[in-house]
């Protein structure tokens, strides 16, 4: 396994391989790896000859500091469970500096209005620093494919959005959702859970799963009222948000149509930990 810090490191090394036309996966992260992550970098092993993975916490998509500082790093303990993979990995795990040149701040992107949906509207200027660290990452990696799981399924469709928009010569790729045995989406931030918080988690999963059985019988204004009145009897868990959605534009359903996709989308605070999921309807 190759491990890189800085991209001029990294360049060299790439360009060898696309001289000997090789092909090239790229899994971004943020660290705290967990088998989510693990599936996307297998499933890139399985479908090229080397797969890139950076590890590197983007500190323009937090629109929370105390989010930002408390956000898990391990970068040892990363590359020990890497090393477990595949010796055709390639780690990038640079400093800011090193993928911002210096100017630590975020382009504004316009994602067609993909932007201002569910995240966008409780996180302000998140996809900006989304859509700035992944066209640098590609632009450093020049990658034929790239991972990305459903669970961030709003990210997942505004990085197709870029690469469209932007002519960037990438594949996306989108994965299924990795799960614990009890349904939990598989998250970096599920390690700061308390035993009590791991506990509750499940909740969110089967919330979905019964809102999914409901939306075929019910307008999705019921489903939703639903959904907020379980969790209102929670006293574990506070819902910020749920949201069925057209998964093509992401704007909310006001009237469902048998040619469209849906799928419905939680945001939900265990304590100060704030955990994500989401599930096709359709």
């Known amino acids: 396994m190759i491990i890189c810090h800085i991209k001029k490191d990294l360049r060299p090394i790439l360009d060898d391989l696309r001289s000997k036309n090789k092909s090239l996966g790229f899994v971004p992260t943020m660290g705290a790896l967990h088998k989510g992550h693990l599936s996307l970098i297998k499933q890139g092993l399985h479908e090229n000859s080397k797969v890139v993975v950076s590890v590197f916490v983007n500190p323009t998509q937090f629109d929370n500091a105390s989010d930002l500082e408390k956000y898990p790093r391990n970068l040892d303990s990363d590359l020990q469970l890497l090393e477990t993979l595949s010796d055709d990995i390639i780690v990038y795990a640079p400093s800011a500096e090193d993928i911002y040149d210096g100017a630590i701040i975020s382009e504004n992107f316009d994602f067609d209005g993909l932007e201002n949906q569910m995240e966008g509207k409780f996180r302000k200027g998140?996809?900006?620093?989304?859509?700035?660290?992944?066209?640098?990452?590609?632009?450093?990696?020049?990658?034929?494919?790239?991972?990305?799981?459903?669970?961030?399924?709003?990210?997942?469709?505004?990085?197709?959005?870029?690469?469209?928009k932007y002519d960037i010569p990438v594949k996306i790729k989108g994965c299924e959702i990795f799960r614990a045995d009890d349904g939990l989406a598989m998250s970096s931030r599920n390690e700061r859970l308390t035993q009590s918080g791991r506990d509750a988690a499940p909740f969110i999963y089967q919330t979905l799963k019964a809102a999914k059985k409901r939306f075929g019988m019910e307008s999705a204004q019921k489903v939703t009222a639903w959904v907020e009145k379980e969790f209102k009897n929670h006293d574990a868990l506070v819902l910020e948000y749920f949201t069925i959605a057209d998964e093509a534009t992401l704007e909310t359903v006001t009237k469902k149509s048998s040619l469209k996709s849906y799928r419905a989308f939680i945001a939900v605070f265990v304590g100060d930990i704030r955990l994500i999921d989401n599930i096709a309807l359709n």
């Open 126 to 164: 998140h996809f900006d620093g989304v859509g700035t660290v992944v066209k640098r990452l590609f632009e450093i990696v020049k990658p034929d494919v790239a991972y990305f799981g459903e669970k961030d399924f709003q990210q997942l469709r505004i990085i197709q959005k870029l690469v469209e």
